[in-house]
């Protein structure tokens, strides 16, 4: 049996790289291709019910609206430092890390330990699923709404 063309983390790799494409361009020149290619058709984003962009996003139009959302409140939203915890051959991968956030509005940079828990289809190479944690809910909402 030969081994799935995609790691998880390949993958997920590929996912950042877009977003920080996306997120960074002004809203009338973002190109949503690069993260739809990473995004599986039944693809679900959750996010937590006390953000702003709170919600259950389904495959790439869902995941667009999403962010949408994350662009009109920040200019810049990069995942440093991630440390990836996975298992040769799963589908399922941790990313504990940092988030560099721009507030748009304002400029305030914000950083703060963000964790997410993804699902892979490791042979169409796209997610399936994500599941991101903050750190600091309530600093996200003051910063944007300043």
């Not at 977003?19 to 190109?31: G, N």
């Not at 962009?53 to 994350?70: K, L, R, V």
């Not at 993804?118 to 910063?143: C, K, S």
């Amino acid at each position: 049996m030969s081994s799935p063309p995609h790691t998880a983390r390949s993958i997920l790799d590929a996912f950042y790289a877009a977003e920080r494409i996306y997120m960074s361009a002004p809203p009338d020149q973002r190109d949503f291709s690069g993260i739809a290619a990473t995004i599986a058709p039944s693809c679900r984003l959750e996010q937590t019910s006390a953000l702003p962009y709170a919600g259950t996003y389904i495959g790439p139009e869902g995941m667009q609206a999403w962010g949408e959302q994350m662009a009109g409140y920040f200019s810049v939203v990069d995942v440093q430092k991630p440390e990836i915890f996975e298992r040769a051959g799963s589908n399922r991968i941790v990313v504990l890390s940092t988030i560099h956030l721009r507030v748009r509005k304002t400029g305030e940079e914000l950083e703060y330990p963000f964790c997410q828990a993804v699902t892979v289809d490791l042979q169409l190479g796209q997610i399936t699923e994500m599941r991101p944690f903050y750190w600091d809910v309530a600093g996200v909402n003051q910063a944007v709404q300043k």
